[in-house]
């Protein structure tokens, strides 16, 4: 314990100091800052309530009283797609805890096999440096595994504090109240954990037995093949429609009594009713048994270094290989490029532009028969299959052509996350070509807008004729989705240029997190306004360009940090 | 006393040590040599335990993969790993945790000081160079003083002081009793150091040779080593001495 307070803190501290060496040092000080005055304004400003006459007092509760009916008003302005589906909600009985348990069910499921399947990779949890140091230490293997697990649940933790800024938004978009809110923030970051305990668990299990992967993978298909047979019969005999089938099976309050599942949802759902005993009893059970399963992981006598230090020499390897590709260098594939690749087709711009020319060039050069590149077959599949459940089954909805623009918006945008034009601005010959800094980077910029341009264009016009949208609508999202796109690259490269280093990988992520929540959210409340006051298009429409503005002004601060990295 | 028997170590089809068996007395240094895949780094990796093997492995009778044995091992890896986010004091301090050692201040002092590492005390894993990150890397196999070091390429990427260094200090671990476990390339290196060198090659052990007998036959370390990989004057070389060691140590 006394090793794993020493790691943590010094890292921490230290990954702290490295960060302080940068303009985040400004960016924490605006920030404790902004939050020391906005305290001090909150006092003062209770203190003048708390001084004011009773009288005064009591108008303001007859204000408030009176201004309820006006609540109602802004309640009739509700986008008809809100509406309808409170009238879907309404036809099927269903709350919107329900769908919050749904959520968490689904999210569950999906976790708890997708962190069984890569169980086999936990290997990869140490860092190379822990093989030399503490594999061959006279500590016992599980007190290795358990540091490190230790370290990787800590982080987890310290990254999901950045979801408590959407407790405002599920007070206000889902009228929970704060504990239901804050109860959905904990399950969310319980979730993190579990997912890292169940790898770590499997994994350890698998390493006990020859051909544990295949058993637990065989185990796995079982139970969720168990899972859909139970629905089918469920359906079946009790002869309900879909919608209220999948919430009455994935989300029935009876359920909660099933150990991690069910306990995971009677969180959040007794919170939001406003049983936080129930709620604090469900919270008790799943801690105390992700307690339980640490201690097994640490009784569990395996010998898990074998694996490990081949993971570890792995990552060792792709840190190395990334270390490589930063300073300039050119990573040699593992696998060999197909032999029908273009490779002399290449004759196009110059001077900075040739960045601009070798991403379009490449994005069809690699793509199959030179048209579908694999991210473009994604945003296919997402808008045929995303419009074809909203088109079956919410019919009569209006506007239904958000919802596919809106999942496709949400690929482009975490495809910009991390360093998207670091392949050009890594080169040492980026520096060395002599044009303006500002024009290289820009066209680089542009390559990968037009590179997420060509792949979006067709999958929109798609959704768009499976929906039956005005093509003006087509037309506004997709320029917004290309707006947030070109916003988040340009968020992503200046967090990349500026603070140096591969150091703090998660708190670079956070900051950049925190970059796109303040930076969209200004064309976000736009877009919202629109559709409450029935102007989808213009607001959509002008969203796009205040992405593109602050895109353009962040843009220009990037030549300052392109010599420095 | 270290006592590998029979061990056999395949990865998948390819069979990287075939029932290789030796033992390092206690106060001598070993050097293992062999070229490129012969298993020099798998045996080191089993007999450190971070590999799953058959056969056995026992320091002073006890098994190799027990927190008992591996407070008797120590390790210095051919490819030095450090915490980005630690610095070189910092790295020392850990190590000294982890091995659960006490008034250990003095000998980290001393180490930084004989690696010239003492003015770097406040740089992070990451700042320093690939040189500096190997005097590390010796730096902290060798804080916790253990009775067997096994030492995989130690001499890479270091500058003649650091070479320098280190062999004065191996000398002196060898005056002091230590087993040490060599495996390098560079036979010119310990070639006024060893007592004892096996020689693998293909994944088994083709000679395990003391000093003695072939100091006599005006031989170095480098004659041994090519009359045995390649065969040049091969008729020189004592076959009873490379087979008899080898089933002599098996015993």
């Known amino acids: 314990m006394r090793l794993f307070f020493y790691y943590v803190t010094h890292s921490f501290l230290n990954t702290l100091k490295k960060l302080l060496k940068t303009w985040v040092a400004v960016f924490l ?70 769908v919050a348990d749904l959520a968490i069910s689904v999210l569950f499921l999906i976790v708890l096999a997708t962190n069984v399947v890569n169980a086999k990779s936990s290997g990869k949890i140490f860092q190379p440096a822990d093989v030399t140091m503490l594999f061959a230490s006279p500590m016992r293997p599980q007190s290795v595994l358990m540091f490190r697990l230790m370290c990787t649940l800590g982080s987890s933790m310290l990254v999901s504090l950045f979801m408590l800024y959407q407790i405002p938004n599920l007070m206000n978009g889902a009228k929970f109240g704060f504990w239901g809110a804050l109860s959905c923030i904990v399950v969310y970051m319980l979730i993190l954990m579990f997912s890292t305990l169940v790898q770590v668990t499997f994994y350890t299990i698998t390493s006990k037995f020859n051909n544990g992967i295949e058993l637990t993978n065989r185990i796995l298909i079982g139970v969720y093949a168990l899972i859909g047979v139970g629905f089918t019969a469920y359906i079946t005999i009790s002869k309900k ?38 709620s604090g009893i469900y919270l008790g059970l799943f801690v105390a ?34 270390q490589r590709a930063s300073n300039g260098a050119t990573v040699i594939r593992e696998k ?70 809106a999942a496709m918006g949400i690929v482009a945008f975490y495809r910009t996350m991390g360093d998207p034009i670091r392949e050009d601005t890594s080169r040492e010959f980026f520096l060395l070509i002599p044009e303006k800094g500002y024009a290289k980077i820009m066209c680089s910029l542009l390559g990968c807008l037009a ?47 500026s603070i140096p280093g591969d150091h703090a990988q998660t708190i670079k992520g956070v900051i950049q997190i ?52 | 006393m270290l006592e590998v028997k029979n061990v056999t170590k395949r990865y998948g089809k390819n069979l990287a040590c075939d029932d290789v068996s030796f033992t390092l007395e206690p106060g001598s240094l070993t050097v293992l040599l062999g070229p490129n895949g012969a298993g020099k780094s798998t045996i080191i990796k089993s007999i ?64 930084l000081k004989r690696f ?57 671990m060898r005056r002091a009793g230590k087993t040490l476990f060599i495996s390098t390339h560079i036979i010119d290196s310990v070639d006024m150091l060893w007592d004892r060198t096996i020689i693998m090659q293909g994944g088994k052990i083709k000679a395990n040779v003391t000093r003695g007998e072939i100091e006599g036959s005006g031989k170095s370390l480098e004659d041994l080593f090519f009359e045995v990989t390649e065969g040049i004057e091969k008729e020189s070389v004592s076959e009873k001495n490379v087979a008899g060691e080898q089933t002599g140590e098996a015993k």
Request: net charge negative.
């Open chain 1, 29 to 98: 000080v605006l920030a404790v800052g902004g939050a020391v005055i906005g305290g001090v304004i909150g006092l003062v400003a209770s203190a003048v309530s708390k001084n004011d006459d009773p009288e005064q007092n009591t108008s303001i509760s007859v204000t408030e009283e009176d201004e309820e009916p006006e609540d109602d008003d802004e309640i009739h302005l509700e986008f008809s797609l809100g509406k309808n589906l409170s009238e879907v909600m309404k036809k099927y009985g269903i709350s919107t805890v329900d």
């Open chain 2, 116 to 172: 010239e590492l003492d003015d770097k005390r406040k740089k992070f894993g990451d700042e320093l160079s690939k040189g500096m990150q190997q005097k590390l890397n010796l730096c902290i196999g060798l804080l916790p003083d253990p009775d067997i070091l096994l030492l995989d390429e130690p001499m890479l990427g270091l500058d003649p002081h650091a070479i320098k260094e280190l062999k004065n200090y191996i000398e002196e």
């Open chain 1, 451 to 497: 590179v997420t341009a060509i792949d979006l264009a067709v999958p929109m016009v798609i959704a768009g004729i499976m929906i039956g949208t005005n093509p003006v609508m087509v037309l506004v999202w997709f320029l917004f989705i290309l707006s947030v796109s070109f916003f988040a690259t340009n968020a992503g490269t200046f967090i990349a240029l």
């Open chain 1, 241 to 278: 429609e879909l919608i209220p089938a999948v919430f009455g099976y994935f989300a029935g309050p009876k359920t909660h009594w099933v150990p991690f599942w069910g306990w995971l949802r009677g969180i959040t759902y007794y919170a939001v009713n406003g049983d936080l005993k129930m």
């Open chain 1, 514 to 565: 925190m970059f796109l929540y303040f930076g969209l959210g200004p064309s976000a409340a736009v877009v919202i306004a629109g559709v409450l006051l029935h102007h989808l298009v213009i607001a959509v429409a002008v969203g796009a360009v205040m992405n593109f503005i602050t895109g353009f002004l962040l843009s220009l601060l990037l030549p300052l940090f392109l010599g420095r990295k």
């Open chain 1, 336 to 405: 060999e490029r197909k032999g029908s690749i273009d490779r002399e087709g290449f004759h196009f711009g110059s001077g900075a532009n040739v960045f601009f020319y070798k991403a379009v060039y490449n994005r069809f050069r690699f793509a199959t028969l030179k048209i579908f590149s694999k991210t473009m077959i994604v945003y296919l599949l997402l808008a045929v299959t995303v419009s074809y459940v909203v088109k079956t089954y919410a019919t009569g909805f209006a506007d239904l052509f958000v919802i596919p623009a």
């Open chain 2, 48 to 111: 450190i335990g971070f590999l799953k093997y058959q056969g056995s492995i026992t320091v002073n009778g006890v098994n190799n993969k027990t927190t008992e044995a591996r407070r008797h091992l120590g390790y210095i890896p051919e490819l030095p790993s450090l915490y980005p986010n630690l610095t070189v004091v910092e790295h020392m301090e850990f190590i000294a945790r982890a091995y659960k050692l006490t008034n250990y201040k003095d000998r980290i002092d001393m180490l």
């Open chain 1, 289 to 322: 048994a992700c307690f339980l399963t640490i201690v097994f992981i640490w009784k569990m006598k395996a010998d898990f270094y074998e694996d490990a230090m081949f993971a570890a020499e792995r990552k060792a390897e792709q840190l190395d290989n990334a």
